[in-house]
T-cell receptor, first 113, second 113 residues
Framework: EAQVTQNPRYLITVTGKKLTVTCSQN?????MSWYRQDPGLGLRQIYY???????DKGDVPEGYKVSRKEKRNFPLILESPSPNQTSLYFCASSPLALNTEAFFGQGTRLTVV | SQKIEQNSEALNIQEGKTATLTCNYT??????LQWYRQDPGRGPVFLLL?????KEKRKERLKVTFDTTLKQSLFHITASQPADSATYLC????????????FGAGTRLFVKA
């Protein structure tokens, strides 16, 4: 089944403790991206990747890192999480950067205390 | 400043009627515009994509219009059903030093039986 898989689905952590949210897609898509979703603000793009080893900042990249060492994986790294990073996070992939639908993962609800 | 606005209030309609959702944007020149459906606690699901040189696109009970002069897209669901109740997101694909997708905050639709 074609899908985007994120892990974990839920995570509660403490301020400053490094964490990684994994994202994997099995559709051989070139473009992957991370979003955070907050009430009233909608989805905001954090980082995106056009292909392996090619990543770029979205609209809200501060406090986040990403890597794209393999085509299928695009992990999101929070080196030193803070409470303002408490949010619902979505990974998405699409065949191309534009003109194609995006497939979203199930979401990761992160709480930083 | 650049922004995307969708109906900020929830939309309540009776089953069988046509639901019309609005997406307005300023200071963007999108190459494409997309509509997604999102159910509570789930990732967005792609519905339709329309190109800047297309006026209208249809898929089953769904219709999207795109007016680049007015900077507006309308999303219609005809013969609406309670199962159509969800949040609908408008998204712009833009080329801005890279390839980005910018989402609106969404409109919550309730269809009453």
């Amino acid at each position: 089944e074609a899908q985007v898989t994120q892990n974990p689905r839920y995570l509660i952590t403490v301020t400053g403790k490094k964490l990684t949210v994994t994202c994997s897609q099995n559709m051989n898509h070139e473009y992957m991206s991370w979003y955070r979703q907050d009430p009233g603000l909608g989805l905001r793009q954090i980082y995106y990747s056009m292909n392996v080893e090619v990543t770029d900042k979205g609209d809200v990249p501060e406090g986040y890192k990403v890597s794209r060492k393999e085509k299928r994986n695009f992990p999101l790294i929070l080196e030193s999480p803070s409470p303002n990073q408490t949010s619902l996070y979505f990974c998405a992939s699409s065949p191309l950067a534009l003109n194609t639908e995006a497939f979203f993962g199930q979401g990761t609800r992160l709480t930083v205390v | 400043s650049q922004k995307i606005e969708q109906n900020s209030e929830a939309l309540n309609i009776q089953e069988g009627k046509t639901a019309t959702l609005t997406c307005n944007y300023t200071n963007y020149s999108p190459a494409y515009l997309q509509w997604y459906r999102q159910d509570p606690g789930r990732g967005p699901v792609f519905l339709l994509l329309i190109r800047e040189n297309e006026k209208e696109k249809r898929k089953e009970r769904l219709k999207v219009t795109f007016d680049t002069t007015l900077k507006q897209s309308l999303f219609h669901i005809t013969a609406s059903q309670p199962a159509d109740s969800a949040t609908y997101l408008c998204a712009l694909d833009i080329i801005d030093g890279g390839f980005k997708t910018i989402f609106g905050a969404g409109t919550r639709l309730f269809v009453k039986a």
